[in-house]
């Protein structure tokens, strides 16, 4: 069936450090890809996506690209704050909308 | 701005107790959803509906049933609660049945902790 692997957490950066959360996907078809992120005390929030091979995924400095020959969508910031701090969820829509997710990651960032 | 509304943010219960969990979306959305969220295991998914009264099975839906009267209401039951009940509890909705392209949007959660 389909999954979602994300790297293990909690990750620990310096305020301005460069991040990078690994997902891969194990899907039949084409799904769209997404990463969401939750805030301490709240329920998930859509931070990108993207929809087809090749697509680049941005929003607040965040940026994941769709790429379908390694079955990854990483998600990347190149400076992060203190702000960012939350726990990120990849995850894929299948057909019928139904979202499958990865275990989720923590950031921690220091000031 | 969308607006999905869990009923609770924290509940105590009871071993035994029936439980319901209510979920509001005003968005008009058809497709609702139900997970739990433990740590390490991510989001799963209980029970979904795509319309009024329809209800389909998620990946863990043992212990757990939902209702759907209205199409902006939809209400997950534990029947008889149990402590590995005890879990954080996230309603979304989406737009139509075959949407691949769309995001779901996420209620604030509700604790759910049995005792």
């Known amino acids: 069936g389909n999954s979602v692997t994300q790297m293990e957490g909690p990750v620990t950066l310096s305020e301005e450090a460069f991040l990078t959360i690994n997902c891969t996907y194990t899907a039949t078809g084409y799904p769209s890809l997404f990463w969401y992120v939750q805030y301490p005390g709240e329920g998930l929030q859509l931070l990108l996506k993207?929809?087809?091979?090749?697509d680049k995924g941005s929003n607040k400095g965040f940026e994941a690209t769709y790429r379908k020959e390694t079955t990854s969508f990483h998600l990347e910031k190149g400076s992060v704050q203190v702000s960012d701090s939350a726990v990120y969820f990849c995850?894929?829509?299948?057909?019928?909308?139904?979202?499958?997710f990865g275990q989720g990651t923590e950031l921690s960032v220091k000031p | 701005d969308v607006k999905v509304t869990q009923s609770s943010r924290y509940l105590v219960k009871r071993t035994g107790e029936k439980v319901f969990l209510e979920c509001v979306q005003d968005m008009d959305h058809e497709n609702m959803f139900w997970y739990r969220q433990d740590p390490g295991l991510g989001l799963r998914l209980i029970y979904f509906s795509y319309d009024v009264k329809m209800k389909e099975k998620g990946d863990i839906p043992e212990g757990y049933s939902v209702s759907r009267e209205k199409k902006e209401r939809f209400s997950l039951i534990l029947e008889s609660a149990s402590t590995n009940q005890t879990s954080m509890y996230l309603c979304a909705s989406s737009f139509p049945r075959g949407g691949r392209y769309t995001e779901a949007f996420f209620g604030q959660g509700t604790r759910l902790t049995v005792v």
């Open positions: 993207a929809t087809k091979a090749d």
């Open positions: 995850a894929l829509n299948q057909q019928g909308g139904k979202l499958i």
